[in-house]
């Protein structure tokens, strides 16, 4: 397993430049890559996942899973789930659904995760934990830390 590398912080001016942060970062990932994503409401980690599930050509609009809690993605060159927890809360994934995670852990899809606080137990080795932090105005922070694990 490769050593952690020291995060890298970048910094995001618009919807545009998180959706580019979003499409580079996929661009290294593999199949079976499980990717966090935590911020705040609005933070824009949707708009990231936009920008990966684009630049993998998948069709379609990208929308928030919130109500659904997992929104999956083929017809691009890697299929995608992204995973938005935040309505399962303290509750746990467990308790909320247990099958939901069955398609996302063969392995054979790249995973980004919204709040997942609630399943980090279920989730297996992560690849890659991205955190987006308002930076005043449509500015945002986005600290991408690699782990050396999981199937990045
Ligand atoms: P989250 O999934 O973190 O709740 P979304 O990606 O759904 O956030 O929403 C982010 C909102 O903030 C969108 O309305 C988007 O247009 C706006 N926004 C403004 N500036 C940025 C930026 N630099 N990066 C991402 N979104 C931004
Ligand atoms: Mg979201």
């Known amino acids: 397993m490769a050593a952690a590398e020291p995060p890298e912080v970048v910094r995001s001016a618009g919807p545009q ?3 580019r942060v979003g499409a580079r970062l996929v661009r290294e990932l593999h199949p079976g890559a499980i990717v966090l ?5 609005g933070a824009g980690k949707t708009t990231l ?7 993998l050509g998948h069709p379609g609009r990208v929308t928030s899973p919130t109500f659904t809690l997992v929104n999956r993605y083929a017809g691009g060159r890697v299929p995608v789930s992204h995973l938005d927890l935040y309505r399962l ?5 467990d308790e909320e659904d247990p099958a939901l995670l069955e398609e996302e852990l063969a392995g054979d899809r790249i995973v980004f995760v919204e709040w997942p606080e609630a399943a980090v137990a279920e989730l297996g080795p992560v690849a890659v934990r991205v955190e987006l932090r308002h930076a005043g105005g449509d500015a945002r922070e986005i600290e991408i830390a690699r782990t050396g694990g999981g199937r990045g």
């Open 17 to 19: 430049d998180t959706e």
């Open 37 to 41: 994503l935590c911020g705040d409401l």
């Open 49 to 55: 996942v936009r920008g990966a599930v684009r630049e």
């Open 89 to 93: 809360g303290a509750a746990g994934l």
